[in-house]
C-alpha cells in the first residue's frame, strides 16, 4: 500500500535536541518522526500529534491541522519549529578586507 506524502504548504525546520536542524515537508516525514525518532515519546501535544497526522494521512484531518499539531509537539518537547529559513543565510564573509596586524 503506498501511502501519499501529503506535502505542506511552507516545510518545517525543527531544531532537534542535539542542536542540529532538520527539514520536514510532508505529514508522512513529520509521522514516521513522531514514530520512530521522537526523543520523549509522551505527552499531550505528542499523543495528538500522532494522531492527527495518522487523520491527515487517512484523509479525515485537515493537513493544515497536523502541521500545527506537529508544531506544538516540537514545542513541548524543546524543539522549536519554524517555517522561515532565513536565519539560515549565512553572512558573506569579505575574505578580501585587509587583515590588520597586532
Not at 18 to 31: C, E, H, I, M, Q
Not at 48 to 70: M, Y
Request: hydrophobic share 40%; with cysteine.
Amino acid at each position: 500500500m503506498h501511502i501519499p506524502e501529503m506535502p505542506w504548504s511552507v516545510p518545517l525546520l525543527v531544531r532537534l535536541q542535539n542542536g542540529t536542524s532538520r527539514v520536514f515537508s510532508s505529514v508522512y516525514d513529520a509521522l514516521d518522526f513522531l514514530e520512530n525518532e521522537w526523543p520523549l515519546r509522551r505527552g499531550q501535544r505528542y499523543e495528538r500529534a500522532i494522531r492527527t497526522c495518522r487523520g491527515a494521512l487517512n484523509g479525515s484531518t485537515p493537513i493544515a491541522v497536523a502541521r500545527e499539531a506537529f508544531i506544538a509537539a516540537c514545542l513541548e518537547a524543546g524543539m522549536p519549529a519554524t517555517g522561515r529559513f532565513e536565519h539560515l543565510r549565512t553572512s558573506k564573509r569579505n575574505d578580501d578586507s585587509p587583515q590588520r596586524a597586532a
